[in-house]
């Protein structure tokens, strides 16, 4: 689809600066965009890349300065609050019409007698749902996915293909599943009995809130007698591991390979970057950011920010990385002072005095401690 300059700067409710008869054919980032494109510059420090960029056009944000940051005068620009929102509208846009969405069950899938589907809802191909299941208002059930006995998916919910969802989880409203993720298995728990382990039967159930996203690859693990849960609006990277019990709080950030032990609480807007990992029982506070690769051992207060395993403040942290990377010189100045006091010893042997102490011989009989 082509539109010209002036045509999304009405699109888009912005403030247009230069030619608006401008054929825009696509929107790309700036660092790919070309003649006939259309860019975005989110704030000041990307838009130095404007001055060698081909694209016909871009937007930017309301404090951009052209003065400052000099463009081309066959550059249109587009003025306005957010400049990443009106880029995607822009670039859906020009990708034209997306296919319509396909409603109904399809004669391939298999639903239970019980289960329950609202309307609008989609199941695919080869898809399954249980006894007594829900699958809400507008929701999507794709080829591959397993939909347990007793599961309830609410409104506008989307589950990928092959997801599993074990019996008894609940998903609220507009929750998204990516492909290949596990929810509500049993929990790794076991007792030793007479030498043996022996399985703790998980009775719980998993429950997600609104506005979830939960990425490929997960796992999320049942509780052993009440539920686990995933607070409204928290997002889920792929390859997150959050056992059995935990209570994961309201708009978390999850990144990719973080592991939860059992039994632990997130406050509101955590941040746990990749590879973070958390021991069981754990406590973290309201708006904490816990690093990558980081190894949390003990609760974290609100707001606080850790990185290191053990993880601790990230001040101490830096300074603890900044003495490390001193390591090397240290070691050479430590050899060069033994190699130093070596030479002296050789010189002034070490002699034993009346006392019992030991000291450098000077040449006056006594032992001297000092060595001078």
């Not at 609050?81 to 997306?98: E, N, T, Y």
Request: aromatic letters at 4%; one cysteine or more; hydrophobic letters at 40%.
């Amino acid at each position: 689809m082509v539109a010209t300059v002036e045509q999304l700067a009405a699109l888009v409710s912005g403030r247009l600066v230069g030619d608006g008869n401008v054929a825009i054919r696509s929107a790309r980032p700036v660092d790919e965009a070309g003649p006939g494109d259309i860019t975005f510059i989110e704030n000041e420090r990307y838009a130095k890349l404007l001055r060698t960029s081909p694209a016909s056009a871009a937007i930017v944000g309301p404090h951009f300065r052209s003065k400052r940051t000099p463009v081309k005068d066959t550059l249109a620009v587009i003025e306005v609050d957010d400049p990443i929102a009106a880029f995607i509208m822009v670039r859906k846009h020009l990708s034209g019409a997306s296919k319509a969405r396909w409603v109904g069950v399809h004669p391939q899938s298999w639903v239970a007698p019980t289960a329950l589907i609202g309307p609008e809802a989609a199941i695919y191909p080869f898809a399954y749902v249980g006894d007594q299941a829900v699958v809400g208002e507008g929701s999507t059930i794709h080829p591959g996915a397993v939909v347990g006995d007793r599961v309830r998916i609410g409104r506008d919910c989307v589950i990928h293909p092959n997801v599993v969802l074990y019996p008894d989880v609940v998903l609220e409203d507009r929750v998204e599943i990516h492909s290949g993720t596990v929810l509500g298995g049993d929990g790794f728990g076991y007792r030793q009995v007479d030498g043996r382990h022996v399985k703790v039967p998980h009775t719980g159930r998993l429950e997600v809130g609104s506005d979830v996203e939960i990425g490929a690859n997960c796992t999320i693990d049942r509780a052993t007698f009440e539920a686990t849960r995933i607070g409204e609006g928290t997002k889920i990277d792929n390859l997150v591991m959050i056992a059995h019990n935990n209570q994961v709080g309201r708009h978390n950030l999850l990144c990719a390979q973080v592991g939860i032990a059992g039994s632990c609480k997130t406050g509101d807007y955590v941040v746990m970057a990749g590879q973070a990992g958390i021991k069981d029982k754990t406590v973290i506070g309201d708006g904490v950011v816990v690093g990558a690769q980081a190894g949390v051992h003990r609760n974290i207060p609100s707001g606080q920010q850790v990185l290191g395993s053990p993880a601790i403040p990230v001040r101490e942290q830096r300074r603890l990385f900044q003495m490390i990377a001193r390591l090397p010189d240290m070691y050479k100045q430590l050899r060069e002072l033994t190699a130093q006091i070596e030479a002296v010893s050789a010189i002034l042997p070490m002699t034993p005095s009346h006392d019992g102490t030991v000291g450098f011989d000077d040449g006056d009989g006594a032992a001297d401690p000092t060595g001078f």
